[in-house]
């Protein structure tokens, strides 16, 4: 298996709730990141996840909350978004160590569309 | 922290011909550059990559150069066809499971 797997992939919610974004790899990769695209700009990136534990936090508001409950799972919650938080969001995985570490495997991506 | 700038936003070049897409990058630490393709509604997939060690890397019609003293590394498409229109980004980073900083996107465009 070497894909990224990502759920859904669109969501609409409203400002006022709560939502879950999901992504799942089975490549052993030790390293997961959440991006965020805005339409016609690069990949932003929110967080990154070595070996489980939050390495990375790009200073990113808490009503987006990462979650990484195995090796193989990522998600991030939503909650009381903005509408500019209207975007795709990828995640993506990478080796941990050794020479594949940096080269990253995106997922297809979640729309997310807030009203 | 590190800023990756990317040169020229649009390109459009007559198939068959070269396309030609600059990076600078501002840390000096950063050891790794890749070079992304993402197609109008896909997911960004990586083409070429090249690290800190080596100067000039190919793949079929693909090249990547990189110059570390002056920190900046380009990417070549030769004999270029419509397949190859998509928005490019070129990333640099240091380190694994680090920042992974995006270039601002080349939207390349084969004119047939």
């Known amino acids: 298996d070497t894909e990224v797997t990502q759920t859904p992939k669109h969501l609409v919610m409203g400002m006022t709730n709560k939502k879950s974004l999901k992504c799942e790899q089975h490549?052993?990769?030790?390293?997961m990141y959440w991006y965020k695209q805005k339409a016609k700009k690069p990949p932003e990136l929110m967080f990154v996840y070595s070996y489980e534990k939050l390495s990375i936090n790009e200073s990113v508001p808490s009503r987006f909350s990462p979650e990484c409950p195995n090796s193989s799972l990522l998600n991030l919650h939503l909650h009381a978004l903005q509408p500019e938080d209207s975007a795709l969001y990828l995640c993506?995985?990478?080796?941990?160590?050794?020479?594949?570490?940096?080269?990253?495997?995106f997922g297809a991506g979640s729309r997310l569309t807030v009203l | 922290g590190e800023n990756v700038e990317q040169h020229p936003s649009t390109l459009s070049v007559q198939e068959g011909d070269s396309a030609v897409i600059k990076c600078t990058y501002s840390?000096?630490?950063?050891?790794?550059f890749p070079w992304y393709k993402q197609e109008l509604g896909k997911r960004p997939q990586l083409i070429i990559d090249?690290?800190?060690?080596?100067g000039e890397k190919k793949d079929q019609r693909i090249a990547v150069t990189l110059n570390k003293t002056a920190k900046h590394f380009s990417l070549h498409i030769t004999e270029t066809q419509p397949e190859d229109s998509a928005v490019y980004f070129c990333?640099?980073?240091?380190?694994?499971?680090?920042?992974?900083?995006f270039g601002s996107g080349t939207r390349l465009s084969i004119r047939p």
């Open positions: 090249i690290r800190s060690n080596v």
């Open positions: 990333a640099a980073s240091k380190g694994s499971a680090s920042k992974i900083i």
């Open positions: 993506a995985s990478s080796q941990a160590a050794g020479s594949g570490a940096n080269v990253l495997t």
């Open positions: 840390d000096s630490a950063s050891n790794y």
């Open positions: 490549m052993g990769h030790r390293a």
